[in-house]
């Protein structure tokens, strides 16, 4: 019981961490990302801090993992939402 409850620990790992790279890609690729909310973006990553060091606390590895990776990518999302806002503002 204890292995299928590991398997669905990692699987929620795998696919909540990989929904984040189509959007760090694309938002790399375009530059743009007057779609992308700074204040939603903002707690998302600090909630993902919080749950990381979470994970650290109890030693949960999916935990950690996943959120690790997660927070590496949100915060690239969230950097470049700074950087290219002046950008976006300009264009307009």
């Not at 790992?13 to 939603?40: C, D, V, Y």
């Not at 690239?76 to 002046?86: A, M, N, P, R």
Request: charged share 15%; no cysteine.
């Amino acid at each position: 019981m204890e292995d299928i409850v590991s398997i669905f620990g990692y699987l929620a790992a795998i696919l909540t961490t990989l929904s984040f790279l189509p959007q760090a890609i694309k938002t790399i690729r375009e530059k743009n990302t007057e779609g992308i909310s700074f204040i939603m973006y903002g707690m998302f990553t600090a909630g993902v801090l919080l749950w990381l060091i979470y994970g650290l606390f109890i030693k949960d590895i999916p935990i950690i993992v996943a959120n690790f990776i997660t927070l590496i990518l949100a915060l690239t999302i969230l950097v470049l939402k700074v950087k290219y806002s002046s950008t976006e503002t300009k264009i307009k």
